[in-house]
């Protein structure tokens, strides 16, 4: 009876740790694009946490992702931008990511953000203005400047401990605007030094780098400017700039958004563009960039999901932005990202980890670290976003 008994209560017993066991956790490996790494780094924390799956990411730009990528090297990537040749014949281009590029500087003199126009900025990046003090750029920042003031909410999330925080972020329509609650006119007369400016830039294939040469390109030539920066946009920053910056002694190239952030941060005079976590990693401050529709918008998740709403989204994924198109409260550096993942043919574990682990990131991540400056996708791209995850087998 006894014997029966203990053999009850060991059925039992096995049958509660069946249920109570965790689910599979397994480990996913990816490269990429730094524009996307501030959010993948702090969301993959959360991730592990919640699904009990590890998720290793390294930088070293876009242009090592699609390599590593298209060589089976890592389980997905990250690209600032899609394939121009040679893509995988099983690739899925997803949209999860969008941010604004930031222009941050060190002026440490100057107490408020800094004005740019889309031609001071192909100027200074071209290395025709080579001092804060130039003529043009005291006419950006001694004038009358319209900025967009966008909705807010409160909303409270889980962090990585269970804990549940309040955080801030804006509100959008269901096709992914943001909420302009009104706009904010005042007129600015800022000192700026005379001090030499340090032009930073990227020496690798960079997706980021790719899509600011293509606004300086694009919002020059629709201001009728299109000599200031005649070239096509270029993965390689010195290949798409209008001068032979090699021979300049200004520009200071380095590998990757966080080492040209940190120069510019040990530089005074110094400026460059990169994704806004970098900047505020830095502790410097960024620029308001004016748009086509003559504002002055501040790099943030609000501004850019004004200016993405105004792009194509195309049949693989991939978005076409318009940086010649006047969109009220646009942020006009803003840019989707794109995880890289394989359609068919790999590790059935790995394909389920990195088809929860984009979908997470989609879903979650931008409204769990808004600190970090990425917009929550909603609205049409979110739909195509979701269309392509689930293409993952």
């Not at 008994?5 to 740790?17: D, G, R």
């Not at 804006?170 to 943001?178: E, S």
Request: net charge positive; with cysteine; hydrophobic share 35%.
């Amino acid at each position: 009876m006894l014997s029966k008994k203990m053999a009850s209560i060991a059925i039992a017993t096995s049958a509660l740790l069946l249920v109570a066991s965790p689910a599979y956790a397994g480990s996913i490996n990816g490269s990429g694009a730094t524009f996307a790494a501030p959010l993948v780094d702090a969301c993959k924390v959360d991730f592990a946490a919640d699904t009990g799956h590890t998720v290793n990411y390294t930088g070293g730009g876009s242009g090592k992702g699609r390599s590593d990528f298209t060589g089976n090297l890592v389980d997905f990537a990250n690209s600032d931008a899609p394939y121009s040749s040679g893509a995988p014949a099983n690739l899925i281009y997803a949209p999860v990511y969008a941010a604004p590029i930031a222009i941050m500087y060190n002026l440490p003199t100057v107490k408020e953000p800094i004005y740019l126009s889309p031609a001071s900025l192909a100027k200074i990046f071209s290395g025709f203005i080579t001092n804060w003090n130039h003529p043009d750029l005291a006419k950006d920042n001694e004038r009358t400047v319209k900025t967009p003031v966008f909705k807010t909410k409160k909303v409270t999330v889980k962090n990585s401990k269970g804990q549940s925080v309040t955080k801030t972020v804006p509100v959008l329509d269901k096709k992914g605007k943001p909420d302009i609650a009104r706009y904010k006119t005042k007129t600015v007369n800022i000192d700026l030094p005379n001090q030499q400016i340090t032009v930073w830039y990227r020496t690798d294939s960079s997706g980021t780098s790719e899509n600011f040469t293509r606004f300086l390109r694009g919002a020059n030539a629709a201001n009728g400017n299109s000599s200031l920066w005649p070239k096509a946009q270029n993965t390689t920053f010195s290949n798409g700039t209008p001068n032979n910056i090699s021979t300049f002694f200004n520009f200071q190239g380095a590998s990757g958004s966080a080492a040209n952030a940190a120069g510019v941060a040990r530089t005074v005079g110094g400026i460059t563009y990169s994704e806004l976590s970098f900047a505020l990693d830095n502790k410097l401050p960024v620029a308001y960039v004016q748009n086509m529709a003559g504002e002055f918008v501040a790099p943030d998740a609000a501004g850019t999901s004004a200016f993405l709403g105004g792009g194509t989204i195309n049949e693989n994924g991939t978005v076409d932005v318009n940086f010649e198109k006047p969109i009220p409260g646009a942020y006009p550096i803003g840019t989707t990202s794109y995880a890289l993942a394989y359609a068919s043919g790999k590790n059935a574990e790995k394909q389920t980890i990195v088809k929860e682990f984009l979908t997470y990131m989609l879903d979650k991540c931008p409204t769990k670290h808004p600190e970090k400056g990425f917009a929550q996708i909603t609205g049409p791209l979110y739909t195509k976003a979701k269309e392509q995850i689930a293409k993952i087998k």
